[in-house]
């Protein structure tokens, strides 16, 4: 029974000491390590990362854009997108969903909920008057999704970049890793399987001149590594969010008559570009664009082509 007990503790010992070495240099993150180009806007929910870019005054059309994006790259992912759109007068904002990037991790539920409720809440601090028009990418696009569905009277368009929703599973996660205490100490001891570092880009080489090369891409990534509460975010999502089967809000949004433009990678690793056969059922009027050697990394990879496509779409709408 002695031998027992001290195989136990062993065990244990074991299986906690790859946690608390991947946990314990993690650091609450403050206003003081925000880039000095954003800001923190205190919404209901905490301080969200946010960030605005303007066109030149003469240029301004005075619509906005607002950018939202996916489930674990932060905001820096739209950088070869956002000359684009300021070129042809629109603002343009773009925040860090919390939980990632520069954002606080407050300890709720990563819910769909939480995300529809900090866009507005931003939009709101952010005092934008009229309607926005809405991108989102991956998990984005759920959240532009179910926002446009709720705030109608503030949605002018949607574009959609590999929108999230009709996946048959979350790709590189099972069921037993979301489990409580398990999911806990499998996220944190192998977090870089799980979120891909290392190897975040499936397009092996792109001669686009604004994308964002693996290096870059990894040296910006990494940095919300160091605080607490990003692991837990995206634990957290999987466990509250269903992005795997979000038909139902997109068919509602379809009735709704929402200009919409998609995007999508032919050779999408993520979210299959067989999708969007779906998508278009469930809003008939949407337009597509399919990227034909694109994959789910379009939006940094292939971003002038992403970007004019989307910008062409916005401009016929204002």
Known sequence: MEWLLITIVVLLAVLYLPYLFKTARLKKINISNIPKEGDWANLSDGNIFYRWFHPKKEHSNGETIVLVHGFSTPSFVWGGLIDNFCDSGFKVLV??????????????NYDKVLYVRSLKDLIDDQGIEGKVHLVGYSMGGPIVGY???????QTKSMSLIAPAGFQQAMSGVNSWTIKPIIGEWFWHVFNNRIYGVGRMSETAYSDDPLSI?????LENFNKQLAFKGFTESLLSTVRHFNLLDCRRMYKDVGNLDIPTFVVWGKNDGVVPHSSS????ECIPHSELLTIEEGTHDITYRQPTEVGKAINEFLLKKT
């Open 277 to 280: 056969e779906n998508l278009k």
């Open 147 to 153: 926002f446009a569905e709720k705030y109608f009277d």
């Open 95 to 108: 925040y860090d969903h919390f939980g990632r990037g520069f954002s606080e991790r407050p300890g709720i």
């Open 213 to 217: 090369n693996e290096e870059e891409f």
